[in-house]
């Protein structure tokens, strides 16, 4: 299912992308988030037309954030959609052993306008450790993580990942 999803997102890329006016800026808050692109991805209703990409969780925690992304001093913000998303812990160790996730620990709620909670937050930030100095370091990669509830999810599980270059780095 990951691999044609996410050939389906490479291929219309550039299709979809091309529809956004040239000078608009994606920058949705958490409910449009979980409303418009999680929840309607995971219930299978089409989305609008910003592309987020498609990734396996096993893919996406094997490379550093920099491998990620599409390098671009304007654009400090990107979108995934994570597959499988059924790690626990709070730390995901990158493949290659010289960097690292780790979680704030605390799920904050998402609550919609009436006050009910319709989903998950979870904060995340980057670390680098080095072989040589035996030092561990703090990037500038921030992660935000937003999942519906566990009773949404039929079969595999999806979430939805922000991840933002800050300004220092």
Not at 161 to 169: A, I, L, Q, S
């Amino acid at each position: 299912m990951g691999e044609s999803l996410s050939r389906f997102s490479m291929e219309t890329v550039g299709t979809i992308s091309s529809e956004i006016p040239m000078g608009y800026r994606f920058l949705p808050t958490d409910e449009e988030l979980v409303t418009y692109y999680l929840h309607n991805r995971v219930f299978l209703r089409p989305l609008p037309a910003v592309p987020i990409q498609d990734i396996d969780a096993s893919d996406f925690y094997s490379n550093p954030p920099d491998n990620l992304v599409t390098s671009s001093k304007r654009e400090r913000e990107y979108f995934f959609f994570i597959q499988d998303e059924n790690r626990g812990g709070n730390i995901r160790e990158i493949e290659d052993r010289k960097g690292f996730w780790k979680s704030s620990e605390d799920e904050i709620p998402i609550y919609d306008r009436d006050g009910n909670i319709f989903a998950f937050k979870i904060y995340w930030t980057y670390f680098t450790h080095s072989a040589k100095t035996k030092r561990t370091r703090k990037t500038h990669w921030r992660m935000q993580v937003y999942r519906l509830p566990v009773h949404c999810y039929k079969e595999q599980k999806l979430v939805l990942g922000r991840v933002k270059r800050n300004m220092d780095g």
